[in-house]
């Protein structure tokens, strides 16, 4: 019996699992932005602009310093997807053409969500995205339109 | 017919009026509708198509000098591009370079890279070897690897200048890479490793623009050596293929302005306007090259729009001046119509007023404008020709005994006949009536217009076959000559009706020349003619009786009335000097009439004399023995006077009964019935047998005096007297 109880559990154990893993796979990339900096919501194309080099400037006028993820994070290609619905290569192509004509740099990058909220914090950068899980009170989420 | 011979004289005149609208294709006008408007299309499409060609020619120059400057301007941006990037990369080398040659062979890389110093590193990855070539530190996780062998590693153990490898292939991701490297010295200057770092090969031509490059354009980086770094057309990356390196840069060596030379690039067989450039103090060359199908292809559209164009407004013309030239074709086909019509209208009525209606011949006023032609032409050019004046005989017996039909039947055939015995140059004319006249031009020799008119004689005399019988009409001719005869229309005519009357009186049938002779025998016979006419009511006619005795008895037994003209000027004539006129003019009728009366009446007044009842004889002539008014004409006189018809005896003579002997049977035979004594004058003239003449009836024969002289001196004929004496008594 108590073998069977025991499975039992296992098996509720597993579904619930189940239940949770799949929030995790659908990781959530939320965008933001220091705890202090004034801007609450943007659309996605707003996003994507700053990040693809394209504009420098919040729509307040306020100077945007973007802040990407290493290559190959999932917070990366993810973001990309949402908000510019461009895969890696495409984006990459995107930064080799801006970077070879000379008419742009990349964002600096962060090599986790963590090292994103320090940055954050500090000088220089502004705007970032980070895996919903990681979010707290030094950050803000951005909310996007 | 001579109706044409003699219409072909007159119709010159139309023709010169008429001849413009008539024959359009004589004149080529320019204003003529089938030159004028192939002209003007001509013309048109020349100027149409020069213009459209020469557009075609301005556009496809402009094209060509578009796509070439553009390739070298493209060029330039690329080629400042390039130079750029690999100084960037030199640059971040150097750095790196410079941070372990000072740092003691500390780790720098991830600092300077924290720092920002070095190249993105999502696209490059630079990494730090020792001198055997073992990397001991990179940007990116590595795998513990040697690059002693790499050709730059190589070529840095020996040089210290910035160093590109050749496109190598990650055996992993399968994308092509370039490698950049430079070396890294100790501090006593021996060498210490490299830096070196690892760039897609794409990036170099991630600045291709569609847009400005199309599908087939080329961008690329080519070493020296021949090996394409990279190169891009469209979406299309390659590295490592090789190119004839010389060749594509042989001109632009040197200080010569780049230029853009239209190349059939060997990789891909695509013709390029192609620009290559050399970089400065470094083994590439840029390759920049426009697709000469695609930069020209715009100016292709348009060329073929223009060719379409200028084909339908061509073909627009075409119809335009199709309908145009039908039209005014179909303008000029009525016009013409119309003229003809009216050409051919005036024609009929001038034939209509200058041709005979019934025979087509000219008539009398056609002819005397070309009898007065001929004469002009004849003085001009003293030439001759011959008049000859027709008229038929017994044509008036034809008409009366036929009718009109018949006679007029009668008059086309005979001039048809006319025409066909003459030259094609002579002319056949009717005046009118039964007469014709024929102008012969260039002839006066009597023998040849002899020739002529026997020609005519016999032409009619032949048989015509009308209303059902067979007949025969004769024809009398007067022949005159120009300048002989006359050198007028009026008096060549006269003469030539002289001749015509004096062939008449020779027996008809017959043609006669006009002489002075005849010209006055004539005008005595106009005199005498005119002075007969009146002499029946100036009452200058009188009788003369001659007895006739009976041999028997010696008694007077008749008298004979003999006819005498009390001339005012000639004094008294003979009745044989004007009765053949008389005959001829027809005058004998009345005179004739007023003869018998006469006698009648003198018979009457002898009875009332008291002088015992005479028969009187009156003789009749060939035209007062066949005038249908004879009889009538016998009766009426004997009821007038109230003379016993016993007492009157009409003498005719043997010949004119043997003319037409039925008729005269006839004739005689009602004469006889009104009680009438008849006599036959002349007997044995003719050789009318007595069997023949005991048919007539008569009463009295007259034997010719030439038959009494014979039987006075022959004594065979003796008997024949005797013979004719019972009979006669």
């Not at chain 2, 200058?354 to 056609?366: I, K, Q």
Request: aromatic residues 8%.
């Amino acid at each position: 019996m108590s073998y069977k109880k025991y499975n039992k559990i296992l098996t509720q154990l597993a579904l619930l699992a189940i239940c949770f893993a799949a929030p995790i796979v659908q990781s959530e990339v939320v965008v933001v932005v220091s705890a202090s900096n004034p801007v609450s919501s943007l659309s996605k194309s707003q996003v994507a602009k700053i990040f693809l080099g394209k504009s420098y400037r919040f729509p307040d006028g306020s100077r945007a310093v973007p802040l990407n993820q290493g290559e190959g994070t999932f917070e990366r290609d993810d973001f990309y997807q949402l908000v510019s619905n461009q895969s890696p290569a495409q984006v990459k192509a995107h930064w080799s053409k801006l970077i070879f004509t000379g008419r742009g740099r990349p964002p600096r990058e962060a090599t986790n969500s963590d090292a994103v909220k320090q940055l954050l914090a500090g000088n220089g950068v502004n705007i970032g995205y980070i895996d919903h899980t990681a979010v707290d009170d030094s950050v803000k989420i951005v909310t996007i339109k | 017919m001579s109706g044409q011979v003699g219409g072909s004289k007159e119709q010159p005149q139309y023709k010169e009026k008429v001849s413009t609208p008539l024959k359009p294709g004589s004149q080529h006008k320019i204003t003529e509708p089938h030159i004028f408007y192939p002209a003007v299309l001509i013309v048109v499409l020349a100027i149409l198509w020069t213009m459209t060609l020469q557009l075609i020619e301005a556009n496809h120059l402009s094209a060509r000098e578009g796509a070439t400057n553009s390739a070298i301007e493209l060029a330039h941006t690329y080629e400042a591009q390039v130079v750029r990037v690999i100084r960037e990369i030199d640059q971040a080398l150097n750095v790196v370079k410079r941070g372990y040659e000072l740092g003691n062979n500390k780790p720098m890389l991830t600092l300077l890279d924290d720092w920002g110093l070095l190249l993105p590193s999502f696209l490059f990855s630079t990494s730090v070897t020792d001198a055997a070539g073992n990397v001991i530190n990179s940007t990116r996780a590595f795998e513990k690897v040697n690059v002693a062998d790499q050709s730059y590693f190589r070529e840095q153990l020996e040089f210290d200048h910035l160093v590109s490898s050749q496109p190598w292939q990650n055996s992993y991701t399968k994308t092509w890479k370039l490698t950049f490297s430079r070396r890294i010295d100790a501090p006593a200057g021996a060498f210490a490793g490299i830096v070196f770092t690892s760039v897609d090969a794409s990036y170099f031509v991630s600045g291709y623009e569609e847009a400005q490059l199309g599908q087939f354009g080329v961008l690329g980086i080519l070493g020296t050596d021949g090996v394409f770094r990279v190169r891009r057309s469209g979406e299309k990356i390659v590295s490592g293929e090789l190119a004839d390196y010389s060749q594509l840069t042989l001109e632009t060596d040197g200080l010569k302005n780049q230029e853009a030379r239209l190349l059939t690039n060997s990789w891909d067989q695509v013709a390029r306007y192609t620009v290559a450039t050399k970089l400065y103090d470094f083994p590439l060359a840029v390759i920049l090259g426009l697709s000469e199908e695609e930069q020209l292809q715009a100016s292709k559209q348009l060329r073929q729009l223009y060719l379409q164009r200028a084909t339908g407004i061509s073909i627009i013309f075409l119809i335009i001046t199709g309908i145009l030239f039908r039209l005014s074709w179909q303008l000029q086909q009525s016009r013409r119509r119309a003229m003809e019509e009216h050409i051919a209208h005036a024609k009929r009525v001038e034939h209509l007023a200058y041709h005979d209606s019934l025979t087509g011949l000219p008539n009398r006023s056609f002819f005397s404008r070309l009898l007065n032609h001929g004469i002009a032409e004849a003085q001009r050019y003293e030439r001759c020709f011959a008049l000859l004046f027709l008229d038929l005989d017994r044509f008036k017996i034809i008409n009366d005994t036929l009718g009109h039909n018949a006679g007029d039947e009668l008059l086309i055939e005979v001039a048809k006949r006319l025409s066909n015995s003459l030259r094609e140059t002579d002319t056949v004319a009717r005046l009118g009536g039964d007469e014709f006249v024929v102008l012969l031009p260039e002839m006066n020799e009597e023998k040849q217009l002899s020739a002529v008119a026997k020609k005519i004689l016999s032409a009619v005399e032949k048989p015509f076959h009308l209303a059902g019988q067979d007949l025969r009409i004769t024809v009398s001719i007067g022949i005159c000559a120009y300048p002989l005869d006359g050198e007028d229309e009026q008096t060549l005519l006269k003469n030539a009706d002289i001749a015509m009357y004096h062939a008449k009186e020779g027996g008809k049938n017959n043609f006669s020349f006009y002489s002075a002779k005849l010209n006055s025998d004539s005008l005595e016979r106009l005199a005498l003619e005119s002075s007969l006419r009146q002499a029946l009511e100036r009452g200058e006619f009188l009788l003369h009786y001659q007895d006739k005795y009976d041999l028997r008895s010696g008694e007077i037994a008749g008298a004979e009335a003999l006819l005498r003209w009390q001339h005012p000027d000639l004094g008294q004539m003979q009745s044989l000097q004007f009765l053949p006129l008389a005959e001829e003019t027809g005058l004998i009728i009345p005179i004739g009439r007023w003869v018998i009366e006469t006698a009648c009446k003198q018979a009457i007044r002898w009875v009332e004399q008291g002088l015992p009842p005479r028969c009187i004889s009156v003789n009749l002539t060939a035209r007062q023995f066949t005038d249908a008014h004879l009889l009538e004409d016998i009766s009426s006189i004997l009821q007038t006077t109230g003379l016993n018809p016993a007492q009157l005896e009409l003498e005719i003579t043997e010949g004119l009964l043997l003319r037409d002997f039925d008729r005269a049977l006839e004739t005689l035979s009602k004469i006889k019935e009104l009680g009438v004594r008849i006599a036959i004058d002349n007997f044995g003239a003719s050789f009318t047998s007595l069997s023949t003449l005991d048919n007539f009836h008569f009463d009295t024969l007259k034997i010719d005096g030439s038959v009494i002289r014979e039987i006075a001196t022959d004594p065979s004929d003796k008997q024949l007297t005797e013979a004719i004496n019972p009979v006669a008594i």
